[in-house]
């Protein structure tokens, strides 16, 4: 395995790991509620209530950031953005339009249908996996750069195994003597 394959291999895992790290995150106070509803023996409930179906909305709303940062991050990838638009709608359509849905109603009614303790967690397992997928795409498609040097043409430069790298200056505005008024 070459040196270029090796670094691809481990920027892929650290993506992976930042992604999931981002899902921890967003889960770790749903787990919190979901351990104390266990330790009241109440762990059906969090079927029942609208948490998983917050939690959806919230990955959901990740993921099509993500989405629109692949987008909008080069404007070379025009050919891109009908894909990017099909995943944009796909997670209004799977994921964020039926989990508001479903916490609004559990939110109105008193009565909440036993399809919900199956409805959120396939929910919530969608959003993620759109959200994983969000992250990877944006990756690929911020990296794919065609404007970008070959990054093994960056690594065997001498400048930067010393630490150096040249980047292009800083072009600000001059100020005038107008500007002083």
Same mark, same amino acid.
């Given at each position: 395995m070459n040196h270029n394959q090796h670094r691809q291999e481990q920027h892929?895992?650290? @993506?992976?790991? /930042?992604?999931?790290?981002d899902i921890l995150f967003v889960l770790f106070p749903f787990l919190i509620i979901a351990m104390q509803r266990l330790w009241d023996g109440n762990l059906y409930q969090t079927l029942m209530q $609208?948490?998983? #179906?917050?939690?959806?909305?919230?990955?959901?709303?990740?993921?099509? /950031?993500?989405? &629109? *940062? /692949?987008l909008v991050t080069n404007q070379d990838l025009g050919r891109y953005k009908e894909r990017i638009v099909f995943f944009i709608a796909l997670t209004l359509f799977l994921v964020l339009g039926p989990a508001i849905?479903?916490?609004?109603?559990?939110?109105s009614n008193?009565?909440?249908?036993?399809? %919900?303790?199956? %409805?959120?967690? &396939? *929910?919530?397992?969608?959003?993620? #996996?759109?959200?994983?997928?969000? %992250?990877?795409?944006?990756?690929?498609?911020?990296?794919?750069?065609?404007?970008?040097? =070959? @990054? #093994?043409? &960056?690594?065997s430069d001498s400048s930067v195994s010393r630490g150096v %790298? =040249?980047?292009?200056? *800083? =072009?600000? $505005?001059?100020?005038?003597?107008?500007?002083?008024h």
């Open positions: 892929s895992l650290s @993506m992976m790991y /930042g992604t999931y790290a $609208p948490d998983l #179906s917050i939690a959806a909305i919230i990955l959901a709303g990740l993921a099509m /950031g993500k989405f &629109v *940062l /692949g849905i479903l916490l609004l109603s559990m939110m008193a009565e909440i249908p036993r399809f %919900v303790a199956f %409805v959120q967690p &396939v *929910l919530l397992i969608i959003a993620i #996996s759109l959200y994983s997928t969000a %992250v990877s795409i944006a990756n690929i498609l911020t990296r794919g750069e065609p404007a970008e040097r =070959d @990054m #093994s043409q &960056v690594y %790298v =040249d980047h292009p200056p *800083l =072009d600000l $505005p001059r100020r005038t003597d107008n500007d002083a």
